[in-house]
Nanobody
Framework: QVQLVESGGGLVQAGESLRLSCVAS????????MAWFRQAPGKEREFVAQ???????LYADSVKGRFTISRDNANDTLYLQMNSLKPEDTAVYYC?????????????????WGQGTQLTVSS
């Protein structure tokens, strides 16, 4: 089992930056693939970014060039640095962990989930 706890969400204005964090516990973090997904009201949960346990990354086209996913294996922590935020980035952001690396990730690829953290971007 893996427990994931996100933090760092909040209310920001368009163009600003924010960093989300996700602390993992319960299983060896270093050998898990990690990801961020998001879900806006009335929409399906969508992929944002993922990072392989060796460090390779993959991003959704909508965030490429603005968001950066990273991991600190020594502290079992996943990050999402979000720059140039837009109102359409408003959503609940979820941290996820799993053992499948998919080239077109969907939420079912991941086994463990955090409770989510709300990001609201005002225009």
């Amino acid at each position: 089992q893996v427990q994931l706890v996100e933090s760092g969400g909040g209310l920001v204005q368009a163009g600003e930056s924010l960093r989300l964090s996700c602390v993992a516990s319960g299983r060896t973090f270093s050998y898990l693939h990690m990801a961020w997904f998001r879900q806006a009201p009335g929409k399906e949960r969508e992929f944002v970014a993922q990072i392989h346990w060796v460090g390779n990354t993959l991003y959704a086209d909508s965030v490429k060039g603005r968001f950066t996913i990273s991991r600190d294996n020594a502290n079992d922590t996943l990050y999402l640095q979000m720059n140039s935020l837009k109102p359409e980035d408003t959503a609940v952001y979820y941290c996820a962990a799993g053992s499948i690396w998919a080239s077109r990730p969907v939420w079912t690829n991941y086994d463990y989930w955090g409770q989510g953290t709300q990001l609201t971007v005002s225009s």
